[in-house]
Each structure stands twice: as structure tokens, then as C-alpha cells.
């Protein structure tokens, strides 16, 4: 079992950058795969970019070239670096953790304004 926290969501212009942090209750070293989705008012929840425990990492067509997904394991933290905000990245940001169950944080509010 793991509890997962998120922070660093807020307000930002359109072309601006966020850095996501989800803080885990455990070490994450041999976590399956942990990862950020996103839902926005009205749409279905969506995978935005993940990373294996051996370093692979995967992102949604719409954020790729713009979003960094990274892990430190030895601050149990994985972070999303947003970088070239557009409105339509305006979402609540979940991070998730596959254990074989999956756990979710409770999110953090993303507003790129244009």
C-alpha cells in the first residue's frame, strides 16, 4: 500500500511551465510503474506520461515534446515537468502508482490561462 501527494499545480499563462511533484508515504524503488493523468471538466480521465521502475517512460501524443516525466527514488518522488502550457492542458492532476492494485493521489488543479 502506498499514500500518494501531489502539489505544485496552480495558475499559469499559456507558454508557461509547471513542475508536478507526487510524494509517496514509501519507497518507490520497486514500484511497477507510476504515472500522472489528468481530467478535465467534462472528459473521461487520461494517461499523460509514465515511467517504469527500470526508467521507461511513455506519454500521451498531446504532451509529448513538452512534458518530462521523472522519478528521484531516494525522495520517494516523481515529477512532472510541464513545460509550453496551453489552455487545453487546464485539468485536475492525478498521479498513480501500479502495484499490482493501483493507488491515486487526490489530485492537483493545472489553469494555463491564455
Known amino acids: 500500500q502506498v499514500q500518494l501527494v501531489e502539489s505544485g499545480g496552480g495558475l499559469v499563462q499559456a507558454g508557461g511551465s509547471l513542475r508536478l511533484s507526487c510524494a509517496a508515504s514509501r519507497s518507490i524503488f520497486s514500484i511497477n510503474a507510476m504515472g500522472w493523468y489528468r481530467q478535465a471538466p467534462g472528459k473521461q480521465r487520461e494517461l499523460v506520461a509514465q515511467i517504469t521502475s527500470g526508467g521507461s517512460t511513455n506519454y500521451a501524443d498531446s504532451v509529448k515534446g513538452r512534458f518530462t516525466i521523472s522519478r528521484d527514488n531516494a525522495k520517494n518522488t516523481v515529477y512532472l515537468q510541464m513545460n509550453s502550457l496551453k489552455p487545453d492542458d487546464t485539468a485536475v492532476y492525478y498521479c498513480?502508482?501500479?502495484?499490482?492494485?493501483?493507488?491515486w493521489g487526490q489530485g492537483t488543479q493545472v489553469t494555463v490561462s491564455s
Open positions: 498513480n502508482a501500479y502495484m499490482g492494485p493501483v493507488y
